[in-house]
């Protein structure tokens, strides 16, 4: 299954800034800076006041990628956590494209991606503080990256610590291999920021 949105091989995350921060929000751009969709937070009247009073990095998640008609593209789900997230990626109709499995690095996040059949196809890992990451496939060759380092039409637009670029090899195939290593690397950023 081919999804439209995932087409691009370079994505512009830039973070909203929410005055209360109950939800994450974030706006998703294409190289030539046109806003091509949005992340949402979806957050229960509930789980707004636990959050409140427990770690949010505890606390389950429920993220939509969605494109710029707000059609959802994919969505990442995380239940209660004590330690390592393991998180669930769905694509638009539900159905369930792979799993992501945080591990435990100092200070050197690392997550392995896995597609609906169990086999980790690739591994994203780097520098939290620094924010370089790699993205490799199982034969260790870099198929990706996401940084704050910034080229171009962009350059001039996204200057801010809120902000980053996933660029993924454009030989990669636009399958749900593709969705799915997108969606943990525009969602790395809130994964990280509940951890601290």
């Not at 429920?62 to 789900?77: F, L, R, S």
């Amino acid at each position: 299954m081919l999804f439209k949105f995932f087409e691009s091989d370079s994505y512009f995350i830039d973070e909203k800034v929410n005055m209360f921060k109950f939800a994450n929000e974030y706006k998703i751009y294409d190289q030539e800076a046109t806003q091509i969709g949005m992340i949402k937070q979806k957050v229960s009247g509930g789980h707004k006041a636990l959050r409140m009073l427990i770690n949010k990095a505890m606390m389950p998640f429920h993220m939509e990628i969605q494109d710029q008609v707000g059609e959802v593209q994919t969505v990442i789900k995380r239940g209660w956590t004590f330690f390592m997230s393991k998180i669930q990626v769905l694509d638009g109709s539900g159905n369930e494209i792979g799993r992501i499995n945080q591990k435990f690095k100092f200070l050197k996040p690392e997550f392995h991606i896995f597609d609906s059949g169990g086999s980790q196809i690739a591994t994203i890992n780097g520098d939290w503080k620094g924010w370089n990451f790699k993205i490799t496939n199982n034969n260790g060759e870099q198929i990706g990256t996401i940084s704050k380092k910034w080229a171009g039409v962009a350059k001039e637009l996204f200057t801010t610590a809120d902000k980053y670029n996933v660029n993924i090899d454009p030989a990669y195939p636009e399958d749900n291999n593709k969705a799915l290593i997108l969606s943990t690397a525009i969602t790395i950023d809130m994964v990280l920021k509940e951890a601290k």
